[in-house]
T-cell receptor, first 108, second 114 residues
């Protein structure tokens, strides 16, 4: 089976940086994805890593270490609209296994 | 930008009734998926579908569930006899290749079983 762990909640100030960690144990691995989900809405794709290292996309960056089963999502220059749940998801062939999500609260 | 469309956005049904949730995947996509999210819990994989057959299903996807691509554009999830614990958001997704970058989720159907 698979185990995906991420913190339940994080709070940060507008304009700051927040790093959301994700650790995983999986029997099959084709990539580590990060999604953003606002309450009552569908997950929307943010970033993904297949190989080790850092991927940067504007204010969002994601890092992967396959040997350590570890990833993080870095959110820079936080804005109020970034308040949402951030889902770590491991892709095994076609399907995704999601973590429980990290609720990020951005305060003024 | 192409979208995955789901209807209805919200459905209320009585326990024991059959429901069909509908999805229109992106037109050139070949792989289709259903996920569900019980309120306050994580998104869970239900089933993947390719070439008119189920390619993988989770333990949640028991005999009460079935999927179908009835007409080449729609992709449906049927729950034969709904239970209270089936209340959840159901998300459809599609991708051009198996689990590739272009994995698009629909906006979801909120199913409430009373």
């Amino acid at each position: 089976g698979q185990n995906i762990d991420q913190p339940t909640e994080m709070t940060a100030t507008e304009g700051a940086i927040v790093q959301i960690n994700c650790t995983y144990q999986t029997s099959g691995f084709n990539g580590l994805f990060w999604y953003q989900q606002h309450a009552g809405e569908a997950p929307t794709f943010l970033s993904y890593n297949v190989l080790d290292g850092l991927e940067e996309k504007g204010r969002f960056s994601s890092f992967l270490s396959r040997s350590k089963g570890y990833s993080y999502l870095l959110l820079k220059e936080l804005q109020m609209k970034d308040s949402a749940s951030y889902l770590c998801a491991v892709r095994s062939w076609g399907k995704f296994q999601f973590g429980a999500g990290t609720q990020v609260v951005v305060t003024p | 930008e192409p979208e995955v469309t789901q209807t209805p956005s919200h459905q209320v049904t009585q326990m024991g009734q059959e429901v069909i949730l509908r999805c229109v995947p992106i037109s050139n996509h070949l792989y289709f998926y259903w996920y569900r999210q019980i309120l306050g819990q994580k998104v869970e994989f239900l089933v993947s579908f390719y070439n008119n057959e189920i390619s993988e299903k989770s333990e949640i996807f028991d005999d009460q569930f079935s999927v179908e691509r009835p007409d080449g554009s729609n992709f449906t999830l049927k729950i034969r006899s709904t239970k209270l614990e089936d209340s959840a958001m159901y998300f459809c997704a599609s991708s051009e290749l198996q689990g590739d970058y272009g994995y698009t989720f629909g906006s979801g159907t909120r199913l409430t079983v009373v």
